[in-house]
């Protein structure tokens, strides 16, 4: 069984930084196993959910914001990050990170994960 649990949200000022967490287990990160991409999406108070980053299998990254965005995977400790500096209040929303089957590439498509963490509150205040 596959769970993700993401960590390293909170309260933060404008301009701070944050470090996302999601340890997985239950799904190999090797690239030479089973293939998974790895996603951060977040979701404000009455908006959609909304593509941030994607890490591929092979190690290829998608960001929605390069100067303020970093998504890495350790594949030894099956830990994925999402790195978010010079934060904004219009940050402010529940992260979640996701797995997606697929040997190339990453979605951006939220209806393409299979398995996705609870969650963490990331607040910017201004």
């Known amino acids: 069984q596959v769970h993700m649990v993401e960590s390293g949200g909170g309260l933060v000022q404008t301009g701070g930084s944050l470090r996302l967490s999601c340890a997985v287990s239950?799904?190999?990160?090797?690239?030479?196993?089973?293939?998974?991409?790895l996603g951060w999406f977040r979701q404000a108070a009455g908006m959609e959910r909304e593509f941030v980053a994607a890490?591929?299998?092979?190690?290829i990254t998608t960001v929605t914001e390069k100067d303020r965005f970093a998504v890495s995977r350790d594949n030894t400790k099956n830990i994925l990050y999402l790195q978010i500096n010079s934060l904004k209040p219009e940050d402010t929303a529940t992260y979640y990170c996701?797995?997606?089957?697929?040997?190339?590439?990453?979605?951006?498509?939220?209806?393409?994960?299979?398995?996705w963490g609870q969650g963490t509150q990331v607040t910017v205040s201004s």
């Open positions: 239950g799904l190999a990160f090797s690239t030479h196993s089973m293939a998974w991409s």
């Open positions: 996701a797995a997606e089957r697929r040997n190339y590439g990453s979605s951006q498509n939220p209806n393409d994960y299979d398995y």
């Open positions: 890490i591929s299998r092979t190690g």
